[in-house]
């Protein structure tokens, strides 16, 4: 069974562009997750979806930052303008109910010059 | 707030046991996972204690102490394959929700 994906891999953009990144969760999963590691920081959560729904987005930094997850399957992330600050690495996980554990996808490395 | 803590590095001797301590304080408490990452790879899930005790799979056994606010992750036997990253997470139950909160991470460094 395939794990969650994410693409792209690494994405390296100026500041004031517009990036989207892209989580493919685990088949049959309801429940999809972002979360980001700035350098040296923990990882926080951004936002959580149970099918199409936002179930809590009080993680998003701010209103440059849209999720959607459009029929319910996959998801992206856009950053809208990016700013320095953004760059990190945006991790997606999902899990089958929101008590069951999260799987992870190896993350996005976003670098905003 | 939630504040989880956990020591930024050990090292430790192939074929030895290490112990990876982590301290929460959070509200709404539901759970603590462990999770091993590899540099630049996935966070790959370890263990899950909700309620107090020790939980075993194979050389991995972890603990929990909800009183105390207190988690260990036991390695033992030691491989070199085991040196990574090892996150503490806190589940969190908000508003209906399920949210992880991470530590920082221990990064284990496993010498011959």
């Known amino acids: 069974e395939a794990g969650v994906t994410q693409f792209p891999s690494h994405s390296v953009i100026e500041k004031g562009q517009t990036v989207t990144l892209r989580c493919d969760p685990i088949s049959g999963h309801d429940n999809l997750y972002w979360y980001r590691r700035v350098m040296g920081k923990e990882i926080k959560f951004l936002l959580h979806?149970?099918?199409?729904?936002?179930?809590?987005e009080s993680g998003m930094p701010n209103n440059r930052f849209l999720a959607e997850r459009t029929g319910g399957t996959y998801s992206t992330l856009k950053v809208q303008p990016a700013e320095l600050e953004d760059s990190g690495v945006y991790f997606c996980a999902s899990s089958q109910g929101t008590n069951n554990e999260q799987f992870f996808g190896p993350g996005t490395r976003l670098t905003v010059l | 707030g939630q504040n989880i803590d956990q020591p930024t590095e050990m090292t430790a001797t192939e074929g030895a046991i290490v112990q990876i301590n982590c301290t929460y304080q959070t509200s709404g408490f539901n759970g603590l996972f462990w999770y091993q990452q590899h540099a630049g790879e996935a966070p790959t899930f370890l263990s899950y204690n909700v309620l107090d005790g020790l939980e075993e799979k194979g050389r991995f056994s972890s603990f929990l102490s909800r009183s105390k606010g207190y988690s260990y992750l036991l390695l033992k036997e030691l491989q070199m394959k085991d040196s990574a990253s090892y996150l503490c997470a806190v589940r969190v139950l908000l508003t209906g929700a399920n949210n992880l909160f991470f530590g920082t991470g221990t990064r284990l460094t496993v010498i011959p």
């Open positions: 979806f149970v099918k199409e729904s936002k179930q809590d």
